[in-house]
């Protein structure tokens, strides 16, 4: 799909590389979107710069009152930051709605900012938030656009060739500040949005001094519905409020048909859920459904590793094996494993991140292979199903994983195909938390689709699973 | 049938599949392609109606790596299809839908194939496209096939009684008109194969399907080659549902290997999987209940097209099969059905997990309801009163195959029903702390057909070598049965070894290679347990016979196991005794509808199914709970759109499946054995049933929650709205 990947070791070299390449090369982080464009060939390109080396720019922190993302924060880095939980809910909850656990530990924000879709779901929350971003160009230095700014049409945004994001940040909300993010999916997990909203609310006592409301999918861009946010200034969020306010915010859409929804339907939900948010930041129960420990399907780590240059040739360990996969350079990690490594037992199911067939671990992640440059593996770890006992601690050649010994003995197992990734991302589940419940299960697993089984008898082999690991561990 | 002591019937044995499933081992058809085999990429028609004014392939054939573009001056015997061979392999003068295959390239690597097929030059004249069944019928609509002077593919007429005066001395007369629409089997493996010519001057196939025999027919048939000079064997499948019953790439493999006479091997993308395979078919049916104030359904009329888009495939079975369950599982005097099978410019529609039943009964069982409101009665008591008995006369005038368990199926579910959804008790409020959340439960019942229907010369083979001196030491079974994922080989295995006495371990399985092993028949029509169990069960008597008598070492014995005769319907009243065995199921769901968003989510299913006799336990759940799975996606969320010809969900993306989250939360899988007579150990199928009843039983649980009525699938939460809506704004109106 692409040619060229490179991989700068220091922002001035990536500036410099954006600078050469002069818009023919496309900056890839997490890939999640850039890897979907590319294999329908949307705004194709010959040569990847991967950002991923500037682990300098992975941070979620809070400074005298101001949220600052880098741009390789994840979706998975805002759910897991107490100070984004704390101020910028929103975006949290934004980021807990978006994908499966496989994209969110992959996926940045900053990439969801870029792909400039206005069904991207962090957009109208930080746009809400009144983020800004900090963009840096070789030759421009530095310069700060307002996200409100930076969509001047439909997936299109200000951002010129030779830049990067290098930074969101946005004022934490305050003690008089409450917000929240509302989605309506067509599915409970992995739902493109037909509509999504991001409230934030200043208060004076009881009283509205401010409304930022802001729109996904009812527009070309997100934008703000200004009517309502003027309507609620100066009142009491009561229940003829909220439904007024939901109505009113009708006028300030213009949807259109699509897939997922005409535009009478997204109208309609609109006001339902403008109304249903207000009501619930009026309550104080913004945050009700927020889980106390989300599941990420990935091992947190602050240690940062030290990537080695890459020249061409993936140098990497697979399954505790040291390869060199001097082939794989323009390949996926799914296609790398498969066709170079030989290791098939990773499957292709969609090659969109939508079914988890090829989910395997990388490094400290649970991660669909095929949205994955296999460039990425270089100097780094991938554990895939072949490799899966050996990493849950079988000694003997024969012993499985005990979650693989519950999949067959629950009778977890149907036509099989979509066991490897199921198996990948339910074994990182229970290295995070040895004895999940249901919910969090399900979540683990959402990014997997399995065709056969109905899932039962899957969530069984997990408990299973948990059970005797537990057991084995007090025994 | 003899009922012989059973420590392996009804075992949940894990499967032995199981194991290289977990351990990335099993190898399904892709993971067979190896170094230096040559990679075919397709050339898709992308339009639903062309003519192919020219087609030049230099180009592509002058490519970096191009060993050959194959088009349709290469097919030996240029059309296939499992009833009517009427689809070309690749096409040569008109393509009928988008899917339609127009060149086939080969080339050293996949990247190179992929670029070459770029290369490919067709000019079209595009021509009129139908893509609406009824305006297909209509007079002066565009023709898919010219030669036919039709796009009528079946008319089946069932005739029963007097309808006219039934309908006259009716209490209560409903109309209903509902439509369904495709869905796409989204079997998780994308279909794969390679082919090669083997050092007997054979073509063998290895990739994934549900018939090797049929497969190996069809492919022979093209390539005009004796069936013994085709192999197709299967690697691991990676699910089926119906979807892998036509022929998809195997015959195109077959192609490019013995034009070649090098190993190939093709992969599809999901996009290609999902335009190209058949579909379930979108139904239109209108109809008219009658019912006496008593609560006898007296009469059912009922018109019931199917859109068969572009090739014949199985339509006509599956609109016959629609047909017969038009009026449900119930006993009625008067029936009047008109089944169409029309053609369109649309993707092929063919055999698909329930196969025309969950589609004709979606509008029938929703129309008992209905009569059952109209009536002021309890809908289960209409249902008892009127659901099908032993010796109950069918729509074709014959009486139902023994073994008619549709009303304990009904009662049990009804008594889960009270105990666990406190079905029938007022209701107390839905969720006080959320007036927009409104509960309610349906129930429905289902019927549908164990094996194939309408005087077909339903068979399955199986073979039994035994091996042994004092004791039988082992045995192997040889039965070409494909193992789709539903454990097929895990329960034919436990079939011969009970059959035999012997462990488990003593059987060995020969499945998967139509050179080696008979012919089962498909792995459909919830078939495969009931007929390849028998034919083992049977060949395992045999053969132990035999051994018993010789007091040789070894013995063999092959048997053919024929179930009781159907017949055809009769062309003008559709008389006739269709099917020699039937599944029933009821179930009950509760759902939550969310009234501001029209979000249904399905929050406890109780599925109650009889399956003569459960040979293994867990495998019959997991064909419950998984089938569920796909009903979840039928009822509420799967919606394959489609215009103009083109398919605007081809990706996972579009197409939404039930993730883990989506499924309910309690699932009560609840089997009952009452026995089949011709089974093995009373055992009859159960692979489909679940599909049949739930998205009914779906819409009468939001009708109960909120007084609406869904007449269309999928039943999505725009459409449900604007039902809401229109209640609302008549309400406000009235």
Redesign the interface.
Known sequence: MWRTYLRPASMAEALDLLRRYAGQARVIAGGTDVL?ELSRGVRPTETLIDITALTELKYVREESGLIRLGALATHNDGIASPACVAGALPLAQACWEVG?PQIRTRATIAGNLVTASPANDTIPPLMALGAELALVSAEGGERIVPLAEFYPAFRRTVLRPDELIREIRFPALRENQRGIFLK?G???????SVIDIALVLTFDGEVVRDARITLGCLAPTVIHARTVEAYLVGRRLDEAVCAEAGRRACDDAAPIDD?R??AG?RR??LA??VA?GLRRVAAGTQAAGWPATPVLLETRDTSSTVALPFAGVIATTINGTAYELPGAAGKTLLNAL?EDAG??????????G??G?CTVWLNRQTVMSCLVPAAQAHSGSVT???G??HAGGAADEGD?HPL?DA???C?A????????GM?MAGAKLLDERPAPN?EQ???A???????????????DAVHAASAEITEGGAA | MSTPKTHLIGASLPRPDALGKVTGAARYPADLIRPGMLHLQLVFAQRPHARIVALDTSAAEGAPGVAAVLTAKDVPYNAHGLIDADQPALCGDVVRFEGDKVALVVAESKEQAEAAAKLVAVTYEDLPAVTDARAALAAGAPLVHAELGTNLLLHIPIRKGDTARAFAEAAVVLEGAFSTSWQEHAFLQPEAGIAYVDEQERVVIETAGQWLHEDRRQIAAMLQLPEEQVIVRYAAIGGAFGGREDLSMQHLLALAAWKLRRPVAMQWKREESMIAHHKRHPFDIRCRWGATREGRITAVEAEVIADGGAYASTSVEVTKVATLFASGCYEIPNISVDGYAVYTNNVPCGAFRGFGAPQAQFAAEIMVTRLAHALGMDPVELRRRNIYREGSLEPTQQPLPEGVSALPVLERCVEEARARLRYGEPRESDVPSAPHLRRGIGIACGIKNVGYSFGYQEQSTAKVHLYGKAELERAVVLIGAADVGQGAHLILRQIAAETLGIALEQVSMVTDDSGEAPNAGSASASRMTLMGGRAVHDAALAARAKWSAAEEYEAEAEVQFHPPATTPLDPMSGAGRPNYCYGYAAQAVEVEVNTLTGQVRVLRVISVHDVGRAINMQQVEGQIEGCLAQAVGYALLEDFQVRDGHVLTPYFSTYLLPTALDMPPEIVPVVLELADPNGPYGARGVAEMPLVPFAPAVAAAIHDATGVWLSQQPMTPERVLAALSAMNGQSTAG
């Open positions: 979907v499966a309506l067509l599915r409970r997990a992995q739902a493109i897939l929804g005409s339907y309609e939900t339902a859920l249903e498969r290791l098939t037992g990773t499957k292709e199911g969609c090659a969109e939508e079914c067939a895939t199903i072949e899966l006992a499985l693989q999949f067959v003995a009778g197992v149907q036509c099989g195909f979509c066991i490897p198996l249901d299960i399900l979540t697993l959402s990014g997997n689709i399995c065709r056969c089984t109905g899932y039962r008898k899957i969530l």
